[in-house]
């Protein structure tokens, strides 16, 4: 039987969290293709034992198994375009991807450039995808002579929130902005959050934004999901101006 077709079919007996993992692959099939079970489960705001457990009862083994299934279903079934059109496509949603970053809020980012070159300690999160622009945003401060501290993984992240004070600057990258992922780092942080807190995300609806003093959303979701991979040259090329701002005004 047709994969997506016994997947469809399998919908009424799956349970909520399972349920999640069935309605992201019928949405995003292609996405199987690039995606760990982690970031399968991240996406769809679900557990890796949710997915596993959804690949089990369609008789597989394990989420290599149904992976391998949904590879050769997406080969045998898609419709390929010419290398022109998709580079073509690609480009023409970048551009209008960066045109959008006239529309982001001038006086948080200009809060968020204040608090980076305020002479306190500067802690810059971001795991999975998420940390590449965290790691530019830092090695970018340590060339202007500014002061940060970086994680790119939840026990590094854990471990700094013990020396964070309120009055320094935290900055956290998800591109997805699920809460779970980060429910042990933000529970140590319930009663010391720094005032100068930032969430840089493209998502809209992040479970995170409740969390965090300031949100900056970044253009992109949407392409984010139709993309085999994350989104990520919008948030790097976001984090290049705001260390060319920095740097105009130190």
């Known amino acids: 039987m047709d994969i997506i077709k016994a997947i469809q079919q399998k919908a009424k007996t799956l349970s909520k969290s399972e349920l999640k993992v069935s309605d ?3 949405k995003y099939p292609e996405h199987v293709e690039t995606f760990t079970i982690t970031k399968l489960a991240d996406r769809a705001k679900t557990s890796t034992s949710a997915v596993l457990r959804f690949c089990q009862s369609l008789g597989f083994k394990g989420y290599k198994d149904f992976r391998y299934e949904m590879i050769s279903h997406l080969r045998n079934n898609r ?12 480009l023409d949603e970048y551009s209008k991807l960066i045109e959008q970053l006239y529309k982001l809020d001038q006086t948080l980012i200009e809060k968020l450039e204040e608090a980076l070159r ?3 300690m500067n802690y810059l999160l971001g795991v999975h995808f998420s940390a590449l622009p965290a790691k530019e945003l830092f090695l970018g401060l340590q060339d202007l002579g500014i002061v940060a501290a970086y994680a790119d993984d939840y026990i590094n992240a854990a471990h700094l929130t013990n020396t964070m004070t309120d009055d320094d600057t935290l900055v956290l990258f998800s591109i997805s902005g699920n809460k779970s ?17 930032f969430l840089i995300t493209m998502n809209p609806k992040a479970d995170l934004i409740d969390s965090f003093k300031h949100t900056l959303i970044l253009p992109g979701n949407s392409f984010s999901n139709q993309s085999v991979v994350d989104a990520q040259a919008v948030p790097i090329l976001f984090v290049e101006l705001l260390l060319n701002l920095i740097h105009e005004h130190q």
């Open 181 to 197: 992922n980060f429910k042990h780092f933000l529970a140590a942080l319930d009663n010391n959050m720094p005032q100068n807190s």
């Open 24 to 26: 992201y692959i019928l």
């Open 79 to 90: 419709h390929h375009l010419k290398t022109d059109d998709t580079q073509g496509t690609f």
């Open 118 to 120: 305020t002479p306190t």
